[in-house]
């Protein structure tokens, strides 16, 4: 185990991937002689050099499409997004061509390839920067969703990702990049996809929240435990596919839930998780299904409307209490 | 220009050309007789373009294109039964009957297929280009696009990145004069497409896409030029359209005397004189050649007719890669 922040742990994925395999390549906006925008690509045009590290124009859905197109002949493209609020100029690439080249051709061309990139509100970036993307990903078939919340996993995950031979999605946060964690050293350290992750154990109510939501949740459990209410806080880690087996064992257990996330309400993976619940757990809850998620605005730029806009701890510790019955 | 051909070569660009042209029709009476439904959009005025092209292409080479890709498909060596089959959604297609009319694809041929989005292909293409540098390989690629691409930003996004990377790509605009339904000259400031490389620094041309004998010399230039020095080529390739936009579109945004304007200049009729003045057919044998792909193109359909559906499994089948 070595301590490293988050941009670290994503860094080394991509150095141990790169050094592992020469098809693999990283191309993004500032990725090469800046090295990042978030510096997690660090060091790798040093290392790999500027045919494997290269910068590209702002361009997103041209170099997002060059990636795919790259991927159709067999190469492994890591393309990174400075955030995925540029990344939805590359969304018509992303959908309609990297999703769909596999099913289209009749399983003839697959896309092996990473868009990878912070999703979410960073701190006063306004109503462009601060997007949750996760439902807009989620809901295109032939995309695998990663979101990431600790430097481990997102060492592990990202490992995964560049290994797995369909598009995947992988999201990550500005203001988990200087996050410390303990990561597995090993270059064979892997977190398959679709594999779940329960970051504290409890008996009383499933929390379930993926990406930065997961320390709010986390910081939410601190309180309800001296309370006396133990929270099973599940991850998923990736969206899709979606570890569904740990949630309604988890739901089987506690028969409250309460679902934590950080983009809109309105037909979000939030929305997909409660309907799966309700569908499949119906007999095992005693309460309704309740959710956090951002207010149903553009994320506004002042501090204070920011932070009332998002998911907050003290949301969540009054909603972890209403399926408690607890409220006051 | 026609001196500078060998005569079996001017025989088989007819042979091709007459293919396409008898294809085309094929499937068009196909779909008038609801044996598949969907787009469809066919290539039949454009014969001289996909086999001039197709004739300074390896077999290493890739292309791409559009969504009026059936001929430039075949042209690929795609089995023409196989585009048939594709047509009526038959498990024999060449996508397995999952893409249609659109999306023609063969991994083996390095066909990558015809897409829908109306210049999304661009970046995919430059895409392909890059991974031929990444590699060192000699190979280039073709992009197909329409002149109505011509005003999609992504491919001017692609074609600064070709352009600064040096990447071997041929954008190739068959500019046929319609975006749909509406005249380029409507909605594009420039009179010549091919101007637009101005912008890129790119080298660029326009040829005469009705006669093969123009195409072809014109295109094997440009890539002989490329393989070996890689750098994106923009050419205008001048063409047209006898039918509608797809298979539904009567036309009535142009006049008659306009398509047959074309169609005097009909790359069959322009080879076809060479072929009778350098005595390498006669009327009778042009007659006798058209009675034999007029069978092989109701063989296709035979083939496609009798084809069986894929099994509803097909459905969930190729989501996701298989590990």
């Known amino acids: ?328 | 220009m026609a001196q500078n051909f060998p005569p079996e070569q001017l025989v088989a660009f007819y042979k091709e050309m007459l293919f396409y042209r008898r294809f085309e029709e094929r499937v068009n009476i196909a779909y008038t007789n609801q044996k598949f439904s969907g787009f469809c959009h066919l290539h039949i005025g454009q014969e001289a373009v996909c086999v001039g092209v197709q004739a300074a292409l390896t077999a290493e080479d890739y292309v791409i294109a559009g969504y009026r890709s059936h001929t430039l498909a075949i042209a690929k060596g795609i089995p023409s039964r196989e585009v048939f089959a594709e047509l009526f959604g038959k498990v024999t297609g060449c996508s397995r009957g999952k893409g249609g009319s659109m999306h023609m694809f063969s991994k083996a041929h390095r066909f990558l297929g015809g897409h829908g989005i109306v210049g999304g292909q661009a970046p995919l293409a430059v895409g392909s280009g890059f991974a031929a540098w990444y590699r060192g390989e000699p190979h280039v690629t073709v992009c197909y696009l329409g002149d109505a691409a011509m005003n999609q930003g992504q491919v001017f996004e692609a074609m600064n990145m070709a352009a600064t990377w040096k990447l071997p790509v041929l954008f190739l605009i068959e500019n046929n004069r319609y975006g749909m339904g509406t005249d380029i000259r409507r909605t594009t400031s420039i009179d010549r497409l091919s101007k637009r490389a101005l912008a890129f620094d790119m080298a660029h041309s326009e040829v005469d896409g009705m006669d093969v004998l123009q195409v072809y010399p014109h295109v094997k230039g440009i890539l002989d030029k490329m393989r070996k020095e890689p750098a994106p080529y923009l050419l205008e390739v001048l063409t047209y359209r006898y039918k509608g936009h797809s298979v539904s579109d009567p036309g009535t945004y142009r006049t008659k005397e306009e398509v047959l304007t074309y169609q005097q200049q009909d790359p069959l009729l322009q080879l076809a004189a060479v072929l009778k003045k350098k005595k390498l057919a006669t009327e009778q044998e042009l007659e006798a050649w058209d009675e034999i792909v007029k069978a092989q193109v109701k063989e296709d359909e035979r083939f496609a007719d009798e084809s069986p559906l894929s099994d509803l499994s097909e459905v969930w089948q190729h989501v996701w890669v298989e590990e």
Not at chain 1, 130 to 158: C, N, Y
Not at chain 1, 210 to 222: D, I, N, Q, T, Y
């Open chain 1, 1 to 328: 185990m070595a301590l490293l922040t988050f941009r670290e742990a994503l860094g080394q994925a991509m150095d141990e991937e790169m050094a592992r395999d020469p098809d693999i390549f990283l191309m993004g906006e500032e990725v090469a002689q800046y090295d990042g925008a978030y510096k997690v690509s660090k060091g790798l045009l040093q290392k790999y050099g500027p045919r494997r590290v290269i910068d590209a124009p702002i361009s997103e859905g041209g170099f997002a499409g060059l990636g795919i197109g790259a991927a159709m002949v067999g190469l492994k493209p890591i393309i990174e997004m400075m955030t995925w609020n540029f990344g939805i100029q590359a969304l018509d690439q992303i959908i309609n061509h990297a999703a769909k080249m596999h099913y289209m051709s009749g399983g003839q061309f697959s896309v092996p390839i990473v868009f990878r990139g912070p999703n979410g509100a960073a701190h006063m970036l306004g109503a462009q920067h601060s997007q949750s993307l996760e439902a807009v990903l989620t809901h295109i078939p032939g995309l695998k969703v990663v979101s990431v919340s600790t430097p481990a996993d997102g060492k592990g995950l990202l490992k995964a990702a560049i290994r797995d031979p369909n598009p995947v999605i992988f999201l990550e946060s500005e203001m988990m990049y200087g996050m410390k964690g303990e990561v597995p050293e090993s270059a064979d350290f892997l977190i398959p996809l679709g594999v779940g992750d329960r970051k504290r154990e409890g008996t009383h109510v499933t929390v379930i929240a993926w990406g930065r939501v997961v320390h709010k949740a986390l910081a939410a459990c601190e309180q309800l435990a001296a309370e006396g209410i133990e929270v099973d806080l599940i991850d998923p880690r990736t969206l899709v596919p979606l570890d569904e087996a740990l949630i309604f064992e988890s739901v089987r257990k506690t028969h409250r839930v309460v679902i934590v996330e950080e983009s809109w309400p309105f037909a979000s993976v939030g929305s997909q998780l409660a309907d799966r619940i309700q569908s499949v757990c119906f007999d095992d809850l005693d309460a309704p299904v309740e959710r956090v998620c951002q207010e149903p605005v553009p994320v506004p730029y002042a501090e204070h409307l920011e932070e009332r806009a998002l998911p907050s701890v003290e949301r969540i510790l009054h909603t972890v209490k209403k399926v408690c019955y607890r409220t006051e």
